[in-house]
């Protein structure tokens, strides 16, 4: 199977599992190709903190869903090894924020990726990195 049919059986395979991220965080899989993949949520009331912004725990999480996916996407089972995040300008509610991850570095089990969080009007709300380390299995079953 080549790469992009593949990076795209696995983001379908991880979202239809994803109960967190499809379900609760209402996020939506826009992409997922190899080593690179696209997500989108909406900032909802329920969303907002004490300061009536988006709560920065909810845009980490839509970083780190993105990320998994991107790493994942090779169908080798990873797992987040490390991750920090730099909040740029406050979600509103109302807005649409969309993650773009793309894989930096992979080399033998450990890669790297850049997530960048953008509002609806281009705006960077955060940048996130994550540092993925590649265990044993597979997402989907390999075939010959």
């Known amino acids: 199977m080549d790469p992009d049919a593949l ?4 983001g ?15 996020m939506e899989l826009v ?9 989108r949520m909406a900032v909802r009331e ?3 903190n004490g300061h ?14 993105t990320f ?4 994942n996407s090779h169908n080798k089972v990873a797992v987040a090894a490390g991750c920090s995040i730099e909040f740029l300008k ?15 570095a992979l080399q033998g089990r450990h890669g790297i990726y850049d997530m960048k969080v953008i509002n609806q009007r281009g705006e960077v ?7 993925s380390a590649q265990i044993q299995g597979t997402v989907i079953p390999e075939t010959p």
């Open 7 to 10: 990076a795209a059986r696995v």
């Open 12 to 26: 379908e395979s991880m979202f239809a599992a994803d109960q967190a991220s499809r379900e609760f965080m209402q």
């Open 31 to 39: 992409s997922c190709g190899p080593g690179r993949a696209v997500m």
């Open 46 to 48: 329920a969303m907002l």
């Open 52 to 65: 009536r912004i988006c709560h920065g725990g909810l845009i980490f999480t839509l970083a780190d869903s």
């Open 68 to 71: 998994a996916f991107a790493c």
């Open 90 to 104: 406050p979600g509103q509610l109302g807005d649409v924020l969309t993650c773009e991850g793309i894989e930096q």
């Open 125 to 131: 709300i955060a940048m996130f990195r994550g540092k």
